[in-house]
């Protein structure tokens, strides 16, 4: 097969019209350049150059190239054109590779997920992840409650009770649905905000990096092969529930983490384009002043 190295020359000859400029432009030497044409040549069975000089002693004039050369010149058009779209397909295929774990990360439902639940060893991995979120100053302002499946029961009472201050002519069904959010997930975890009150770090850089921990343990139970959603609500408002979960008045419940086997794919959703949250910044225009201000002279 002839080496897409000459064939690349060939190109930058037709382009350059000359062969010293079509040789830097390959960014080889003349002697180099005239060895890769002089074996394109040998390879394809005909003179490609039009010259009235012998081959082999060319000069940096160019002549032209010759009927078999034009042919050549055509094909080799073509060839790189589908190579280099092959080459972005194939880039764009490993490029979508690497990020499929995140593409097709999808929020799921409790009432989709079944056993068997994350073990201790899943949950451990995902709390490795967690911790390996980006996080100014080291702090992890953030820290995970989990619900075993023996302390279920009492957690569902404990959701039914905050549901009955909310709402005292609350029905049966809505009592039993809060209920249910307590002992339906696989494996049910509290995610509490820590912020340290008394670090250099803003309290808002503490936020994102509890919310980039939270990513990370999603993703990490998405590439386990667990579905997992955050579920917030007013009951992480209520102080009653907090304390009762061992929550301090100085941290926050930032919402439920149910985690557990995909019983049911999530339902298609559209998802916001990358041109929906980009922008890319210009700098303000300065004014210029206007040439009828006049100025007060301070030496008057």
């Excluded at 097709?104 to 639940?117: D, F, Q, W, Y």
Aim: some cysteine; aromatic content about 6%; overall charge neutral.
């Amino acid at each position: 097969m002839i080496s897409t190295t000459p064939l690349h020359g060939l190109l930058a000859l037709a382009d350059e019209r000359h062969l010293g400029r079509a040789a830097q432009a390959s960014r080889m030497s003349p002697a180099e350049f005239a060895q890769a044409l002089q074996a394109l040549e040998a390879e394809y069975g005909h003179a490609l150059l039009r010259t009235s000089e012998p081959s082999v002693e060319r000069s940096q004039r160019f002549e032209g190239f010759t009927p078999q050369g034009e042919q050549v010149l055509a094909w080799a058009r073509g060839f790189l054109a589908q190579s280099e779209a092959l080459r972005q397909e194939l880039q764009a295929s490993r490029t979508e590779a690497a990020l499929a774990p995140l593409l097709e990360r999808r929020s799921v439902s409790p009432k989709r997920l079944r056993p068997p639940a994350p073990t201790a060893e899943h949950i451990d991995a995902m709390l490795q992840a967690a911790l390996r979120a980006p996080d100014h100053g080291g702090l992890h302002p953030w820290r995970v409650i989990e619900f075993r499946e023996a302390q279920r029961a009492a957690l569902a009472e404990r959701f039914e009770a905050e549901k009955l201050r909310r709402d005292p002519l609350a029905s049966a069904s809505d009592r039993r649905r809060a209920r249910e959010h307590a002992t339906r997930p696989p494996a049910l975890l509290a995610f509490v905000v820590v912020p340290r009150a008394r670090s250099r770090v803003p309290a808002r850089e503490q936020w994102l990096a509890a919310g980039a921990a939270l990513g990370n343990l999603l993703n990490a139970a998405h590439q386990l092969g667990f579905g997992a959603i955050v579920l917030s609500g007013e009951r992480c408002f209520d102080p009653v529930l907090a304390t009762e979960l061992g929550v301090r008045p100085e941290e926050f419940l930032a919402g439920f983490v149910s985690i557990g086997s995909v019983a049911e794919a999530p339902p298609a959703r559209d998802h916001a384009l990358p041109g929906e949250v980009w922008s890319a910044w210009t700098p303000p225009t300065v004014p210029t002043p206007s040439p009828d201000v006049t100025h007060s002279d301070p030496s008057r």
